[in-house]
T-cell receptor
């Protein structure tokens, strides 16, 4: 079975500061890793995903995440956040098998203030 | 905008009643997954349909059932509603059933059971 732990339930930061949202996972099989973002009253949107290859993956809006197999982590980082980044962020994993579902962490609320 | 729509947006039911939630997937997406997101939690997998057949199920009782139709629409049915069924219900569509496929989420239906 797989599980995901998001180590921080809330992360308050000031605008233009760097941020890291931490995610650790547990799995006995190889997995794919995802970060989704949920803005208020909206569904989830894919931010970025790791399938294979380079362990550093980037999104179009400045976020990046690094897959660390030895530490079973997939932390999300952004060097300078904006007010508009305020949202709920979910880390998710899925086993490398057809027909399997995303397994989500409990989420981290990122609050960016000026 | 993910191209995935859900109806209704909000719903209030009483304990013991039955409810049907609807989802319209992106054209060409043969896989639909349903998730339950309780307040303050990450989404939990209910089940997945591929080409109108259920091909994966999470830890939910049989009173949670679904249908997928050839026109890329789908339904989630819940019988004998319980108070704990109050949650945001999300559907997500993807092109295939491979684990690497990106799932595109709808905005959700918020169900309140009184």
């Amino acid at each position: 079975a797989q599980s995901v732990t998001q180590l921080d339930s809330q992360v308050p930061v000031f605008e233009e500061a760097p941020v890291e949202l931490r995610c650790n996972y547990s799995s006995s099989v190889s997995v794919y890793l995802f970060w989704y973002v949920q803005y208020p009253n909206q569904g989830l949107q894919l931010l970025l995903k790791y399938l294979s290859g380079s362990t550093l993956v980037e999104s179009i809006n400045g976020f990046e995440a690094e897959f660390n197999k030895s530490q079973t982590s997939f932390h999300l980082r952004k060097p300078s956040v904006h007010i508009s980044d305020t949202a709920e962020y979910f880390c998710a994993v899925t086993p490398n098998q057809a027909g399997t579902a995303l397994i989500f962490g409990k989420g981290t609320t990122l609050s960016v203030s000026s | 905008e993910t191209g995935v729509t859900q109806s209704p947006t909000h719903l209030i039911k009483t304990r013991g009643q039955q409810v049907t939630l609807r989802c319209s997937s992106q054209s060409g997406h043969n896989t639909v997954s349903w998730y339950q997101q309780a307040l303050g939690q990450g989404p939990q997998f209910i089940f997945q349909y591929y080409r109108e057949e259920e091909n994966g199920r999470g830890n939910f009782p049989p009173r949670f059932s679904g249908l997928q139709f050839p026109n890329y629409s789908s339904e989630l049915n819940v019988n004998a509603l319980e108070l704990d069924d109050s949650a945001l219900y999300l559907c997500a569509s993807s092109r295939g059933q491979g684990a690497q496929e990106t799932q595109y989420f709808g905005p959700g239906t918020r169900l309140l059971v009184l």
